[in-house]
């Protein structure tokens, strides 16, 4: 009874200290994003100091676990120097990198590096006790997997959108005190006794055959365990770019990572016999999709499934080449080294030696390579044993790949990209457009991913004209000409500094960009900057913080606009109730907070109609549709808030709509840094169909009357 009793509380233990291991982990992503923003290399960063952490508890495992015995008991004890768990923090733009790792190892790493032991030290706890001697621990690593994709999937759907961080944090930590308890219980249950120690050993000694691991196996454990860990932010990195970077977008691939090893670490498990024959189709086709960019959910969707396939060949080729159970600690600490440094190459080595997303199909041709090098994965073997139907089949299947992959990298050749960068805070490309009747002498456009930044005209005669969402006419427009000069605007997101060209004499205009590149990319590849009739200047920083550091100009600025939502990585922290707090706090009597959110997979109008209601704020919309607007002008939508409904007639009288119980727009729960929604604001469908027909730059046709400012 005993036994069984001891079997059930070491399950328990392993899901429980995997589900508290990886609700940590978006937790704390959540906690960061107020001091570090919402950039997706702000998780990337995360997700490496993780599998640093775990590499660390998997070697204390290898190394101390059986010295140590009863006293590793008191490594329970460590995290309560850091409970309850909370984040604090200097940020530094040009040393992001370090901030965030100094800030994690003090906040998260012992706690992290505890329950990292886990899995490990209940295998090894269970194969050298008297029930393991007819079982194989490694489904127990799949049980601790299965703990780790419950935790994430509950945090998304769960957690986040029902409960706020501080209850979070609380009940995290209660739970941990659960999961103590079980620990203590399950090594004094299932600790043998010194006659049973005996008897143990000598009914394995006879089975257990201690050879020595080849180099080339420990090779095949870190090439098999690095390249999907790698895959894994890089995957990561592309969805975020274009989707946004927060805890269910997080979720997603992490939750197909772990949920490959559930699939594969089981009785019977490895890698399927569908990928292992057709690997290369798959790999083939896995090119085209990043050649095709992610334009819609069926692009996320599909690189997901991408990701899905790689970790499952891999994963279960690992399985099929697990050594015997008295060498699993040789095999996770292995494993754990590799998944620390693929994630280690994505987030520290590849944004220094790339300017692009190469590293995805770089990642997608070493995997090719390690399973085709490894174990019963090579399809010669499958070939070999086709029919001639088989085989004509297969060959035009790849041979259509092919096509498509070529068709790509032509387009993808054939733009006229001037120039690429990528560092800490994400990739940009700067693309020039052919002139067409409206955008006479061509378009210079900046990109992030496949969303469009800013842009201006080639011809030097038409630099001064605001283009894409901040044209004339539009929203941005509509309050330059309610307002007068001399006036302070304060602007967070620099992109092309499109909107310092309606700046008039005596105005001030102060930028607030958390990417520090930004400022020399604007300035050297456009000229709103430099040709703007106002002062303006660039403050490198996360716009919050930086607003809440100029005291001096309180009740100072006529115009605040947030700009920093077009993209997929919505920095979800701006549009906090303390956020706009902050914001009113340096806003003059009669000033006008101004929100650009024009998005294709977010609506924003109920985030801000619920704070100013609670704020007790007048707000305004603005939508603009793409009727008759030239290729040059981009559907927008924009948002004021006001502290006092005066002032806000003229922007009425030109069409736009007043908060009201009749707007059409949705009531949610406001947004606080406590608690965030995102799943509230999420839309499948793109309710803004105009604003996703330009994310692919295509050349419209126009008139040919020249605009004027």
């Given amino acids: 009874m005993n036994k069984k009793i001891g079997l059930l509380i070491l399950i328990c233990m392993v899901f429980l200290g995997a589900f508290l291991l990886f609700e940590m982990e978006p937790l704390v992503g959540r906690l960061l994003m107020p001091y570090f923003g919402g950039t997706a290399h702000v998780w990337l960063t995360c997700l490496m100091f993780f599998q640093a952490m775990l590499f660390i508890g998997y070697l204390y495992a290898h190394l101390l676990t059986k010295k140590l015995g009863i006293w590793h008991l008191l490594l329970l004890a460590l995290p309560l120097i850091n409970f309850p768990l909370k984040i604090s923090a200097f940020p530094d733009p040009h040393a992001p990198v370090l901030n965030i790792l100094a800030t994690l190892l003090c906040h998260i790493a012992l706690p992290f590096i505890v329950l990292s032991t886990t899995a490990v030290v209940a295998q090894a706890w269970f194969s050298d006790s008297s029930l393991g001697k007819n079982y194989e621990p490694y489904p127990l690593y799949a049980a601790s997997n299965a703990g780790s994709l419950i935790a994430l999937l509950g945090y998304s759907f769960i957690i986040e959108p029902l409960i706020g961080l501080r209850l979070q944090s609380l009940i995290w930590t209660n739970v941990y005190f659960v999961y103590a308890l079980m620990m203590v219980a399950a090594w004094f249950i299932l600790r043998p006794s010194s006659g049973q120690q005996s008897i143990l050993a000598t009914e394995k000694e006879p089975t257990i055959k201690r050879e020595p691991i080849l180099r080339t196996t420990y090779l095949k454990w870190l090439l098999l365990s690095s390249l999907p860990s790698a895959l894994l932010l890089s995957i990561t990195n592309f969805i975020t770019l274009e989707v946004g970077s927060f805890p269910l977008i997080w979720i997603a691939p992490l939750s197909l990572y772990l949920f490959s090893f559930v699939v594969t670490f089981r009785n019977n498990g490895g890698a399927p016999k569908f990928l292992k024959m057709h690997w290369p189709e798959f790999c083939l086709l896995s090119i085209s999709c990043f050649l095709a960019g992610v ?291 340096r806003l003059s009597s009669n000033g006008l907070i101004v929100f650009h959110i024009t998005n294709r997979y977010y609506d924003l109008q109920p985030v801000l109609k619920s704070i100013s209601t609670e704020l007790k704020l007048s707000g305004a919309i603005c939508a603009s549709s793409k009727i008759d607007l030239k290729s040059y002008q981009y559907p927008s939508l924009y948002v004021v808030l006001k502290k006092n409904s005066a002032g806000l007639e003229p922007l009425i009288n030109r069409g736009w709509k007043q908060f009201s119980g009749e707007d059409g727009v949705k009531c949610i729960a406001p947004w606080t840094d406590n608690y965030i929604n995102i799943l509230a604001a999420l839309r499948i469908t793109d309710s803004l169909h105009s604003y996703s027909e330009r994310m692919h730059f295509p050349r419209f046709s126009g008139h040919t009357e020249k605009p004027e400012l």
């Fill in 295 to 585: 334009t819609s959910w069926l692009g996320v969707i599909v690189n997901l499934a991408i990701l899905f396939s790689i970790c499952l060949t891999a994963h279960g080729t690992l399985y099929e080449i697990r050594p015997p159970a008295s060498c699993l600690t040789n095999f996770y600490l292995s494993l754990a080294l590799g998944g620390w440094l693929g994630g280690a190459f994505v987030s520290l080595v590849v944004p220094v030696i790339c300017n692009g997303l190469y590293d995805y199909p770089f990642l997608l041709i070493l995997c090719a390579a390690a399973f085709w090098w490894c174990r019963d994965i090579s399809f010669i073997n499958y070939w070999s044993k086709s029919t001639l139907w088989e085989k004509v089949v297969r060959t035009t299947i790849m041979g259509i790949i092919l096509v498509l992959a070529s068709f790509f990298s032509w387009m993808a050749l054939n733009e006229q990209t001037k120039y690429h960068h990528r560092n800490f805070y994400g990739t940009c490309r700067i693309v020039d457009e052919l002139p067409n009747r409206d955008n006479q002498g061509g378009l210079r456009v900046l990109l992030n991913g496949m969303t469009v930044h800013g842009s201006q005209f080639l011809n030097p005669d038409l630099h001064r004209i605001p283009t894409t969402y901040f044209y004339i006419g539009s929203g941005v427009s509509d309050v330059f000409e309610i307002t007068r000069p001399p006036r302070r605007i304060g602007i967070i997101g620099l992109g092309t500094g499109c909107i310092a060209a309606y700046a008039k004499p005596g105005d001030t205009i102060t930028y607030f960009e958390i990417d520090p590149d930004n400022e020399k990319i604007a300035r050297e590849w456009f000229t709103y900057l430099d040709d703007s009739r106002g002062n303006v200047n660039v403050v490198a920083g996360d716009g919050r913080l930086s607003i809440l550091k100029s005291a001096q100009y309180a009740n100072e600025y006529e115009i605040i606009i947030v700009d920093a939502f077009t993209g997929g990585g919505i920095p979800a922290h701006l549009l906090t109730k303390e956020a706009i707090e902050v914001y009113l706090s």
